[in-house]
Structures are given as structure tokens and as C-alpha cells.
């Protein structure tokens, strides 16, 4: 604490991202990232732009890489909004679309970064529940509010909302803009994008960080409604003009080009979660049905912190919660069939 600071920083609860500890021969399986690296075309991309030509400013609005999100979604440019990973891309709709008089709706157990945007941004919120079985009950959702966000599949738990429940929130609160945070709905969910034609309060929130494993590269986007991206353009233009650099658009651009890898590599790692969520629940696991790519489960004998610190004495890290209702839990993430099979040994081993 500095005198310096001012009095809003001082009452700051900042986000505390996964570890990404310096450790050689670690099983990290903690962040959720791809265990698969991008695909070859992106690296070659970025490769070909370390040249003199990274004295220009890139620019400013990505265009050409809007104009292959949207042809890739069947969108139009004008629909895609830009940033720095996903979370920038939050950052600015929660301080341009999503700060009103009324509270923002999110479930209590999401993505534990929306109530510290809240908090930067003065925004009022109310965690709405999970239903017993840790689903979304989109019935809680309807009371006033200035907008709602959630994670889908959620975020720690794994769990699909379909999209007749989406619909359905859609319509009973057409006077707010529902955001969904769709960042691991690549691994087998139903996207929101196709009701973003009849929906103009929509926003769908995607990153490049999981399935197309750039999360070294900060790419994240919104899609929706040509004036909300609009509203967010105008955050964006009074923040940073240029949250992409020359890399990072060419990555993407190529990322989205080189379907084959992106579909193969993602088709493994769904294989992976449900061998590995079959072989949790034989170690004794009660495994949430998950739609991304990492299982939440808990054990019904074994505390799940306990677990989570022998584990990572053997060099093996998953992410625990320190939260009601799912401090029982440990978060993994599915790694390549190799590390999925040690973290099961050691499992055994820990479990006796
Ligand atoms: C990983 C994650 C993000 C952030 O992704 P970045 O693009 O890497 O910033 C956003 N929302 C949820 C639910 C996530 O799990």
C-alpha cells in the first residue's frame, strides 16, 4: 500500500490468474490451456512478419482479420468486435455495455473475473445461484437487472446451458444486453452466434487461448449486434488504439484458416476429457458432465485440497477454489492422453 495510490486502486481486489510456475518436467494442468500447440500455419505467419516492417503500427482496427471471423461465423465485419484476449475484450463491455442503473446478473460460481471488472468499474452485481445439480436456473434471471453474463459451458464447472435456455433469457429481458462467454464452447457446445440474428441485445464473447491455443498471443473477440460493437469501439478508441499488434492479427487469421488442424486437434482433446472423466469417476470421483476442456470433480472421500497439495508434490498442478459449495472440487484440465494417464497414477497412488 502506497500513499501514492489513489483511493480507487487502494480498494482493488485484483484477479489472481493460475500459476504458470518456472518448474521443469511439470504437469501443468491447472490453466486449461490447449496441450496441443497452435496450429503450424500460425507460426509460420508470425514467423514470416519478424522483419523491419515491426516499426509500423498495426492497424488499428484489425480489419482483415474481422473480415475472417465474420466470413468464418457468417457474420458481418461490422458485427465483430477485437481485443487483446478475451479478457480486454470483458474489461470493455462490462465498463461500455454492461455498467447501468440496475445490477448485472452472474452466476455465483463463474468466472471469478467478473466481479473484479465490478469493482474497476463500479458496476453493482448480483450473484444469482446455481441450481443444486451447479446448473444455470435461467428462471432466477428474471428480475430487474442492467444485464447479464455468464460463462458456456461454465467456467469452473463444465456445464452447457442449451440454447433453448438462452433463448428464452434473450427474449424475457430484452431491454439488456445478455453476454455470452463462450471460451470453451469449441469442445463440443452449441454456439449462441446463430440467435445474434435475432437477437440485437446478444453479445458472444470467444478467445483464441483455448481451443486454437494462442493463449501466448492475447487474441479474444465479441460478436453481436453492429451498434453494440459499435459502444465498444468507442471504449476501445478512448483505451488503445491498437490492442493487436502485426503478430497477434496474423496468427489468428491463419488460425481460422487451418480448419483441419483446429477440428483435428479439438476432436482429441474431447476424446481425451471423456476417457479421462470415465477413469476419474472408477477412482471413486463424482465427474460434473463437462462440455470444455478441463472435468470438475470431487471426491467423495478425499478433501479436494488435499489432493490438489500431493499432487502437486509429484509435480502435478490442478486448480482448486477456495469457495462454498465447491471447495470439495479440483479444476483439471485435459492434457495429452500422457500426462491424463499420470495425473490418474498418481491419483491412485495419492487415494491409496
Ligand atoms: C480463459 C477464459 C477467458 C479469458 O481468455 P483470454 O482470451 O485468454 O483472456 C475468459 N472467460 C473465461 C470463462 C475463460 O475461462
Redesign the pocket.
Known amino acids: 500500500m502506497s500513499r501514492y495510490w489513489s483511493d480507487s486502486v487502494k480498494q482493488l481486489q485484483p484477479y489472481t490468474p493460475g500459476e504458470q510456475p518456472k518448474i521443469n518436467n511439470l504437469t501443468k494442468l491447472n490453466t486449461?490451456e490447449n496441450p496441443y500447440g497452435p496450429s503450424p500455419d500460425a507460426l509460420s505467419a508470425m514467423q514470416h512478419l519478424l522483419n523491419d516492417d515491426l516499426r509500423l503500427y498495426p492497424p488499428p482496427n484489425a480489419d482483415h482479420l474481422k473480415d475472417c471471423i465474420a466470413q468464418y461465423y457468417e457474420l458481418n465485419a461490422e458485427q465483430i468486435f477485437v481485443g487483446n484476449?478475451?479478457?480486454e475484450v470483458?474489461a470493455h463491455l462490462f465498463n461500455g455495455l454492461l455498467k447501468q442503473d440496475a445490477p448485472l446478473l452472474f452466476p455465483d460460481i463463474s468466472?471469478s473475473?467478473y466481479p473484479v471488472f465490478c469493482q474497476l468499474y463500479d458496476i453493482e452485481f448480483e450473484k444469482i445461484p446455481l441450481a443444486e445439480d451447479f446448473s444455470i436456473a435461467t428462471e432466477d434471471y428474471q428480475r430487474l437487472n442492467g444485464g447479464i453474463i455468464f460463462?458456456n459451458p461454465n467456467?469452473p464447472t463444465g456445464k452447457i446451458l442449451g440454447l433453448d435456455a438462452i433463448e428464452r433469457l434473450l427474449q424475457a429481458n430484452s431491454d439488456s444486453v445478455v453476454v455470452v462467454?463462450e471460451?470453451?464452447i469449441d469442445f463440443g457446445g452449441a454456439s449462441a452466434v446463430p440467435l445474434i440474428a435475432q437477437y440485437d441485445n446478444l453479445l458472444v464473447v470467444h478467445?483464441?487461448?483455448?481451443s486454437r491455443s494462442l493463449?501466448g498471443m492475447?487474441?479474444?473477440y465479441a460478436m453481436g449486434n453492429a451498434e453494440l460493437v459499435e459502444g465498444l469501439e468507442r471504449v476501445k478508441n478512448s483505451f488503445n488504439s491498437y490492442p493487436l499488434g502485426h503478430l497477434q492479427i496474423a496468427a489468428a487469421v491463419a488460425s481460422f484458416k487451418d480448419e483441419e488442424y483446429f477440428q483435428h486437434t479439438r476432436d482429441v482433446v474431447i476424446q481425451a476429457r471423456e476417457h479421462l472423466a470415465e477413469q476419474l469417476q472408477a477412482l471413486g470421483f463424482e465427474v460434473l458432465p463437462s462440455m470444455a476442456n478441463f472435468v470438475f470433480a470431487r471426491h467423495s472421500q478425499h478433501n479436494g485440497e488435499n489432493i490438489a497439495s500431493q499432487l502437486r508434490e509429484q509435480g502435478i498442478i490442478v486448480r482448486h477454489f477456495k469457495q462454498d459449495r465447491i471447495d470439495q472440487f479440483l479444476r483439471i484440465t485435459v492434457g495429452t492422453e500422457q500426462q491424463n494417464q499420470l495425473l490418474l497414477q498418481t491419483l491412485a497412488e495419492i487415494l491409496g
Do not use: E, M, Q, V
Not at 478467445?207 to 483455448?210: G, P
Open positions: 486449461n484476449g478475451s479478457d470483458l468466472y473475473f460463462p467456467a462467454d471460451a470453451y478467445t483464441l487461448s483455448k493463449a492475447r487474441i479474444g
